[in-house]
């Protein structure tokens, strides 16, 4: 008989800790897990496979450990004056904030962030050693500037994460807010911007913030807007000195030669590769007009979901949903589910598929 979780030395802070992940399921329209649902187009796929098979010939040999022509790529890519040495990549967004975690966290540190919000933050805190501390939002998950100050300043964390714009609520982050958080800690402020490019165009990114501020972060992924998500490629700017600080956690050669030519090719391409992020827009926007007039409450989303309230019974819901082949993400709030906005196909289905729940969802 194989041993349980229980009969392992587990760190006792691990215990009781339950790991990150949404269901998995192969169903006809699956909108649960913000992926850019558009397939990579076929002209840059093709450059992207001609870029790795290159780099397959030589993969007998390390890989630039400094990434260095990927961290130009990004630099060029993100513009406001960026360098390669205030850039930072690894295997995903969630590396990235692991890598942030090692420098700046661990034992005796803690981490903060307004909750709800991306469901990594604790775990990535905790699995690091640190405590993590829990803040609120508005009733309509929004932040003010002041009362962010205020909760700051009583927890004083070494950490602050910022999700602009937010997972799982969608809810636009202002400057402002980011602003006095930082000047109310004298803590590592990291800013998650994995669904910025799903912003308004005329919305400002936290990066316009960066100069002087040597302690602001903020964090990018190519997994939602670039179509990217199984190459596992996320990245930050900021401070050159930053980067000195992830240097000393990050293990060796941790971009393999593979990951780092799929992304430059990737970035070569970044108009391309972008091209579909008004049509998510649209279909984002159109998915919250549609459960209006269905009786829900969708709220304000600035990314490629929309969170609404107004469901009687998540779990049934949920369930009559994936019943019709359809999978969205119960994320644990009241009254509410969570939906991808997908390709107008994909939206339909799930528009269809709620409509035909009647007023409020499923019942058990």
Known sequence: MSASLDDLPLRPDLRGLKPYGAPQAPLPVALNVNENTHPVPEDVADDIVDAIARAVREVNRYPDREFTVLRE??????GHGLAADQIWAANGSNEVLQHLLQAFGGPGRTAFGFAPTYSMYPLLTR??????????????????????????????????FLCAPNNPTGTPLGLDVIEAVYEATDGIVIVDEAYQEFAPHDSRSALTLLPGR??????RTMSKAFAFAGARVGYLAADPAVIDALHLVRLPYHLSGLTQAAAIAALRHAPAMLATVDEIVAQRDRISVTLDALGYEPFESWTNFVLFAGVDDPAATWQALYDQGVLIRDVGLPRSLRVTAGTEAESTAFLDALASLGPGGAHT
């Open 127 to 160: 699995a690091t050693g640190a405590e993590y501390i829990a803040g609120t939002r508005g009733v309509d998950y929004t932040l003010d500037a002041d009362d962010a100050r205020r909760q700051i300043e009583q927890a004083d964390p070494d950490l602050v």
């Open 214 to 219: 040597e302690r602001l972060v903020v964090s």
């Open 73 to 78: 790529g990004f630099a060029d890519y993100l």
